[in-house]
């Protein structure tokens, strides 16, 4: 990513966060064909007009999928102000807050958009994104929920055909069973490359800033895994 990295820190004290349930009903995690169309669940969408999203106009560049309270969205939009980037998210109330943190602080490079990624990126241009992330997914460990994980062959297509050659999906998970279960997914799949990513090898995470998930592991002390999938 070009240009020297800028951060910035913004005043959260302005924004008080809403209370926000854990989890949405259940059957919001499915794909919608499943769905009966309800006011609790994300819009898909056909097609996109980048004007109307944010101020840069430009079509997104960098898509962080379930960016959670967006932590990573907002740090990677400030750190590359020239950079589009949206954030994909099935909980509205923190997309709601997000863009209202993002108008507060006149950030015209990036939105959060009350999306399931389950619904699929076919409103996004083929090969047009530089990289995806895809940083602690919620893990849904029981089998009967296993469902509900968006990660899966479709997800990996969806996103195969959104990244422009040499893009990458950049990985993070602090869950065994989920890295597990994505690393084989991805092998099996076979359009992408997995690359280990650590001070050991030769590819280091690129991202100066942490997610909010990221940080509350490291609060914590819960050892957490780095990884990308390249094209
Ligand atoms: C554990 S949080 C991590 C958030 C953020 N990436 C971070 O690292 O702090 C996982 C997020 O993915 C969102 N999510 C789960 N399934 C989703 C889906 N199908 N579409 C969009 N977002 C989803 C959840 O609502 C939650 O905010």
Redesign the pocket.
């Given at each position: 990513m070009e240009g020297a990295l800028v951060l910035m820190v913004i005043d959260y004290t302005r924004y008080p966060i809403p209370r926000v349930r854990h989890?949405?009903s259940s059957q919001?995690?499915l794909s919608a064909p499943q769905q009966q169309w309800a006011e609790w669940y994300?819009p898909t969408i056909e097609n996109i007009t980048w004007s109307e999203v944010y101020g840069i106009g430009e079509p997104a560049r960098v898509i962080?999928?379930?960016?959670?309270?967006?932590?990573?969205l907002l740090r990677h939009a400030m750190a590359y102000p020239h950079v589009p980037i949206i954030?994909?998210?099935?909980?509205k109330t923190?997309v709601d807050w997000i863009n209202g943190v993002a108008g507060g602080e006149h950030m015209h490079n990036m939105r959060a958009l009350w999306?399931?990624?389950?619904?699929g990126l076919q409103w996004i241009d083929p090969e047009s994104i530089d990289y995806a992330?895809?940083?602690?997914?919620?893990?849904w460990l029981k089998r009967r929920h296993f469902k509900?994980?968006?990660f899966s062959p479709h997800f990996l297509d969806e996103v195969n055909k959104v990244l422009r050659p040499g893009g990458r999906l950049y990985l993070?998970t602090d869950r065994n069973e989920v890295d597990d279960f994505q690393r084989s997914t991805i092998v099996r799949h076979g359009a992408l490359k997995l690359i280990e990513m650590n001070d050991e090898t030769a590819h280091r995470w690129p991202f100066a800033f942490?997610?909010?998930?990221?940080?509350?592991c490291e609060r914590k002390a819960i050892p957490y895994t780095l990884y990308c999938a390249e094209k």
């Amino acid at each position: 990513m070009e240009g020297a990295l800028v951060l910035m820190v913004i005043d959260y004290t302005r924004y008080p966060i809403p209370r926000v349930r854990h989890h949405v009903s259940s059957q919001a995690y499915l794909s919608a064909p499943q769905q009966q169309w309800a006011e609790w669940y994300p819009p898909t969408i056909e097609n996109i007009t980048w004007s109307e999203v944010y101020g840069i106009g430009e079509p997104a560049r960098v898509i962080d999928l379930g960016c959670g309270r967006g932590g990573f969205l907002l740090r990677h939009a400030m750190a590359y102000p020239h950079v589009p980037i949206i954030g994909l998210e099935i909980r509205k109330t923190l997309v709601d807050w997000i863009n209202g943190v993002a108008g507060g602080e006149h950030m015209h490079n990036m939105r959060a958009l009350w999306y399931s990624i389950v619904n699929g990126l076919q409103w996004i241009d083929p090969e047009s994104i530089d990289y995806a992330t895809y940083l602690f997914p919620d893990p849904w460990l029981k089998r009967r929920h296993f469902k509900r994980r968006a990660f899966s062959p479709h997800f990996l297509d969806e996103v195969n055909k959104v990244l422009r050659p040499g893009g990458r999906l950049y990985l993070a998970t602090d869950r065994n069973e989920v890295d597990d279960f994505q690393r084989s997914t991805i092998v099996r799949h076979g359009a992408l490359k997995l690359i280990e990513m650590n001070d050991e090898t030769a590819h280091r995470w690129p991202f100066a800033f942490k997610t909010d998930h990221q940080l509350f592991c490291e609060r914590k002390a819960i050892p957490y895994t780095l990884y990308c999938a390249e094209k």
